[in-house]
């Protein structure tokens, strides 16, 4: 059989994670990158109950879980325990959140630990709302979606402001790597977690996690919703390396499908209106093309 | 050897003494002094440990807590506002088992803005399964944090600790401080060494879910157990420490001239020096006054109090602090621990130095004045001491 | 019966100190969610590995070269079967043969 992943399966099944959860799926992809010498933590979010209730866990990896605005911290204090004990060397520590604790309640601890230059690897599975609270909208939201606390009804009581841009926030902490990645590209994203092993310093990952519970769509279809994500430049893989910027899913103008083609998919985009989907159209074009052009003006030299 | 250091620096060069392995902490008046010279023994080479320069006193405790799973023996330092923002992770750290030892500066809480002393931060801190003490001079606050670790780090107790010392009064005040030699402590501490840290070689999670049939409820039984289990560890390690050291702080409660003493008020932290004073004083003119130096806030120590109760006729208590909507903490506990017995004294609470408001001879005089001349406490159970009105 | 992967503690004080999970999630049946359940058509498969890549729940195995489900704990998401490009797997009634 074709395998282009590695093979080692260190996230176990049994796990309490949703029908077709892209969440569990980018850990999964996570830890075959970054292997067994992998030291995690964990805040509130799916993930602090996917491996199961005390005393099972799905994941094979020394695994804490944290208070849910602690993940910066908890990282800084396992790295520099690992140094003062002297087992720093060949251990990578990761924290593991979703967007809630990321991009709302963690971003103060983590800022602070990517400032403070600590080698850590920090990824986000993003599945664009307090999932595992029940659905409420977090900053990484996009525009027009459904959810607990923006619930449409009949007043267009949809999220009104644009997901937070915590991907460009992270690269202007002048950090040595930066990266968004989909679960729709597997070979990418653990390309991708190998490089943040090797680097020593804050490292960041943005993973697009799709959550049909909470976006409203069959389960079989995680994937190719994926793919649709980045096909529709709504979600572009990138990475910035110590400043330099480099697109790595080039989708070409003749193949750029519109937004609409996306937002059809989800129950959660149902009752959008017209002038809504423009707009989204319109910010979607205009990030892509400010993309393009830092990729063009602080893009790796030819 | 002695030196002149104020509480502060006592409390930077207890953790250089205890060699403190990770330190996460984030400064705020009046603990600052103990986080720059953390710095400085660093910058000179002096103080080899992993300086976490945190963002908040929340990923400060954060922070702490995950290192000590790591197996790192950890510090920190805060103060009334700081202390209330690592709340959440106070409980963290005890249901972890993490023995921290923390230093906090007795500091009013805003609004409004005080930087000075008042017992309140910690009293509300009472609840979170750390161990609590409370010191009167700097040569007791080095002396204690090395006590702590010993305690904290007991594999039966595995709880972390808290030492208080006044904003200002002691955190700023210079007193002559015998610093014991590194080789002597290192023999009394030794190291950290937890069985059940994070470990790549043996893949284990740290608080997982629970639900409510299993085990929750168990967990904490453990740490209401160990927290009993601390009460002998403590004289143990008092006792110890004398041995090797020399000094003695009398384990749960500092008493002054209590033996034949009919009136004994109860007090915490640096206004029990200026206590000593009066009751000199007193006992010149024949009065039988003591001081029952509450050192040990958590576990609280219910027998000692009852051992004081069978001789003194009168007890008032003093509190830096209030509860609203009820009493002082001291007074309320010690009431409580005394509600069992036969015989009880009378005891009177009384509120005091809110704030920073100096607790002076006087202060000091007015309450005895009133307790002897208190009969019964239903009228009147405490009173706010130096209220303008 | 117990399941092999089942962890007991009779008292508190056979509990570990604090709540430090050592046991596996292979303790948690999840097959027995499904509604839906995959089956394999394996003359139509080509081995490209699609299948085995992007099971969140780690419940296709490879088996001789060829993909296996593991029917304890396959939830029935259906990806494998959306994602399969040759009609390999296809989705049928959890109670059909």
């Known amino acids: 059989m074709k395998i282009t992943l590695p093979e080692d399966e260190i996230m176990e099944k049994g796990h309490m994670a949703c029908l077709g959860c892209g969440g569990a799926l980018a850990m999964r992809y996570l830890l075959k990158a970054l292997g067994r010498k992998t030291m995690v933590a964990i805040p509130a979010c799916c993930w602090a109950v996917i491996p199961g209730v005390f005393p099972y866990s799905c994941l094979e990896v020394p695994l804490q879980y944290v208070a849910f605005e602690a993940t910066g911290a908890a990282i800084s204090g396992i790295e520099a325990a690992l140094k003062a004990k002297g087992k720093k060397e060949g251990t990578t520590v990761v924290g593991w959140a979703g967007d809630g604790g990321t991009l709302d309640i963690g971003i103060q601890a983590l800022s602070g630990a990517v400032e403070r230059g600590h080698d850590v690897k920090y990824v986000c599975y993003d599945n664009e709302a307090y999932m595992n609270t029940g659905i409420q909208r977090s900053s990484a939201t996009p525009k027009g979606a459904w959810t607990t606390t923006t619930p449409v009804g009949n ?5 009104k402001t644009n997901k937070k841009n915590i991907v460009e926030i992270m690269a202007a902490h002048d950090i040595p790597y930066t990266c968004t990645a989909s679960v729709a590209y597997p070979e990418d994203l653990i390309k991708k977690a190998k490089k943040m092993k090797d680097i020593k310093g804050p490292c960041y990952m943005h993973i697009y996690a799709p959550c049909p519970t909470g976006w409203k769509y069959p389960p079989e279809k995680t994937i190719e919703l994926s793919r649709l994500a980045t096909e529709t430049c709504i979600f572009p893989i990138y990475e910035v390396t110590y400043g330099k910027y480099k697109l790595n899913k080039n989708i070409r103008d003749e193949k750029k499908k519109p937004v609409l083609e996306y937002l059809k998919t989800q129950g959660r985009f149902r009752k959008l209106d017209e002038e809504t989907v423009q707009s989204i159209q319109h910010y979607v074009d205009d990030e892509w093309i400010k993309l393009k052009k830092k990729v063009e003006c602080f893009g790796e030299e030819k | 050897m002695k030196k002149v250091l104020s509480g502060n620096a006592a409390a930077a060069y207890g953790s250089k003494l205890a060699r403190a392995e990770v330190i996460s902490a984030y400064p705020i008046t009046p603990q600052t002094k103990i986080v720059e010279k953390i710095a400085d023994l660093i910058a000179v080479g002096e103080f080899e440990t992993e300086f976490v320069k945190v963002e908040s006193e929340h990923s400060a405790m954060a922070a702490a807590v995950s290192a000590s799973l790591v197996g790192a023996r950890t510090f920190t330092a805060t103060s009334s506002q700081g202390l209330l923002l690592m709340h959440e992770i106070l409980h963290w750290a005890s249901a972890s088992r993490t023995p921290i030892v923390m230093v906090n500066i007795n500091r009013a809480l805003a609004p409004p803005w005080s930087v000075w002393a008042d017992h309140t931060d910690t009293v509300a801190q009472r609840d979170t399964g750390w161990m609590q003490f409370y010191c009167e001079s700097c040569q007791e606050v080095l002396d204690t944090m090395l006590q702590l670790y010993k305690i904290a780090e007991d594999k039966d107790v595995m709880l ?44 284990m999670s740290f608080g997982s879910l629970s639900m409510p049939h299993q085990y929750f409820y168990e967990f904490r039984y453990k740490i209401a157990e160990a927290m009993e289990i601390a009460r002998s560890k403590i004289l143990e390690v008092e006792k110890d420490f004398e041995k090797r050291f020399g000094r003695s702080y009398g384990g749960f409660i500092d008493l002054y001239r209590c033996d034949d003493a009919e009136i004994v008020l109860v007090a915490a932290g640096s206004m029990s020096s200026t206590i000593r004073v009066a009751i000199d004083e007193l006992r010149e003119k024949g009065e039988k006054i003591g001081l029952a130096r509450l050192r040990v806030f958590r576990p609280f120590p219910i027998e000692e109090f009852r051992e004081i109760a069978k001789k003194a006729k009168k007890i008032g208590v003093l509190d830096r602090s209030f ?19 036969d015989e009880r004294p009378i005891v009177k609470g009384y509120v005091v130095g809110l704030g920073g408001r100096d607790v002076t001879l006087d202060v000091i005089h007015e ?10 406490t239903r009228t009147e159970p405490f009173k706010w001491i130096g209220l303008s009105r | 019966m117990p399941d092999e992967y089942e962890i007991v503690y009779k008292t508190y004080k056979d509990l570990p100190l604090s709540p430090i999970a050592k046991g596996k999630s292979l303790v948690f049946k999840t097959g027995s969610w499904r509604t839906m359940k995959p089956k394999l058509v394996l003359e139509n498969c080509k081995k490209c590995g699609i299948c085995w890549k992007y099971c969140p729940d780690v419940s296709i195995l490879i088996v001789d070269d060829y993909p296996k489900i593991d029917y304890n704990y396959c939830k029935g998401c259906g990806i494998c079967a959306n994602e399969c490009p040759f009609d390999a797997i296809v989705m049928v009634e959890e109670d059909s043969k």
């Open chain 2, 160 to 203: 972390p600790a808290m030492l208080s010392e006044d904003a200002f009064l002691l955190s700023h005040t210079s007193e002559i401080v015998d610093m014991p030699d590194q080789d002597m402590v290192d023999d009394f501490l030794g190291s950290f060494e937890p069985e059940n840290i994070m470990d790549v070689d043996n893949p």
């Open chain 2, 323 to 341: 509860c609203f909507g009820y009493e002082g903490a001291f007074f309320t506990e010690i009431k409580s621990a005394l509600f069992d017995i």
């Open chain 1, 155 to 159: 007043t267009r009581f949809w999220k």
């Open chain 2, 367 to 376: 309450i005895i004045d009133d307790c002897q001349a208190t009969t019964d």
